[in-house]
């Protein structure tokens, strides 16, 4: 059975620009996170959803980052205008039930530049 | 301001010796605590975890302690093994669950053979 993926591996884009982070979570995965670990600090919660609606995005930095659940299958996560402080590494995970363990995808390195 | 502090960037043990592994935190709202392992190039992936109504859990080779009065808990491994250099990330959540998870910065983790 495929884990979680996520696209690209690595990006690199220049201030200013728009870039979609996108993740697949496990098949028949409702609940689907976001997080970030920017400068090699610690991994912050951004997001979950449960299924396609929003159900705590209490950890979003700002109206710069846009996720999307569409379907409630895979997510998106849109970051524009990209700034120099938004790189680091996106990772998603989902888990069956909020109680579930999450199953976190390999990441993506955004670096602005 | 960092709630779930790991204050050692990195850690070298023989193979066969203990490793331990320390995590603080400052929210009292949290109460389920968890260890997640990486490798390089891979999402964090769930080692362990221990619920704050426990002081112990253990799995095999690894322990998990949990002092909630000094909000202190640490990782045990025992008998260390080559395989087990990672970056090693505390996690802490107050839903009781694998949610809204708060990591630390990471251990990183070297066993010599």
């Known amino acids: 059975e495929a884990g979680v993926t996520q696209f690209p591996s690595h990006s690199v884009i220049e201030k200013g620009q728009t870039v979609t982070l996108r993740c697949d979570p496990i098949s028949g995965h409702d609940n689907l996170y976001w997080y970030r670990r920017v400068m090699g600090k610690e991994i912050k919660f951004l997001l979950h959803?449960?299924?396609?609606?929003?159900?705590?995005e209490s950890g979003m930095p700002n109206n710069r980052f846009l996720a999307e659940r569409t379907g409630g299958t895979y997510s998106t996560l849109k970051v524009q205008p990209a700034e120099l402080e938004d790189s680091g590494v996106y990772f998603c995970?989902?888990?069956?039930?909020?109680?579930?363990?999450?199953?976190f995808g390999q990441g993506t390195r955004l670096t602005v530049v | 301001d960092q709630q779930v502090k790991q204050n050692s960037p990195s850690l070298s043990v023989q193979e066969g010796r203990i490793s331990i592994l320390n995590c603080d935190y400052t929210?009292?709202?949290?109460?389920?605590f968890l260890w997640y392992k990486k490798y390089p190039a891979e999402g964090p992936t769930f080692l362990i975890s221990?619920?704050?109504?426990?002081d112990k859990n253990e799995d095999g080779r690894f322990t998990v302690f949990l002092n909630k009065s000094a909000k202190h808990l640490s990782l045990h491994i025992v008998p260390s093994q080559p395989g087990d250099s990672a970056v090693y990330f505390c996690?802490?959540?107050?839903?009781?669950?694998?949610?809204?998870?708060?990591f630390g910065s990471g251990t990183q983790l070297t066993v010599l053979p």
């Open positions: 929210n009292s709202m949290f109460d389920y």
């Open positions: 995970a989902s888990s069956l039930s909020p109680d579930s363990e999450a199953f």
């Open positions: 996690a802490a959540s107050p839903s009781g669950s694998a949610r809204q998870l708060t």
């Open positions: 221990i619920s704050s109504i426990k």
């Open positions: 959803f449960v299924k396609e609606s929003k159900q705590d």
